[in-house]
């Protein structure tokens, strides 16, 4: 009976341990998901950040509010 239940329990732990990188791959693949999301975020913040800032100093400064067409 020991060889038997020495049998089911090594079964068991590679179960287990199949179930446990599993897992553990899902956990990962969610938090580079997570990470790629977040480099587009503050991409997509520094995209507005730039333009905001161009149209801000135009309005403080008069500085590109007109075009010079006649030469």
């Known amino acids: 009976m020991d060889l038997t239940a020495g049998i089911i329990g090594m079964k068991q732990a590679q179960v287990m341990g199949q179930v446990q990188m599993r897992v553990a791959r899902k956990m990962l693949d969610m938090q580079e998901m997570q ?10 913040a520094g995209k507005v950040a730039t333009s905001a800032g161009d149209s801000l100093v135009a309005a403080a400064t008069g ?4 075009l ?3 030469a």
Do not use: H, R
Not at 35 to 44: D, M, N, P, Q
């Open 68 to 70: 010079d067409t006649y």
């Open 63 to 66: 500085l590109g509010g007109s």
């Open 35 to 44: 990470g790629a999301a977040a480099v587009k975020l503050i991409e997509a």
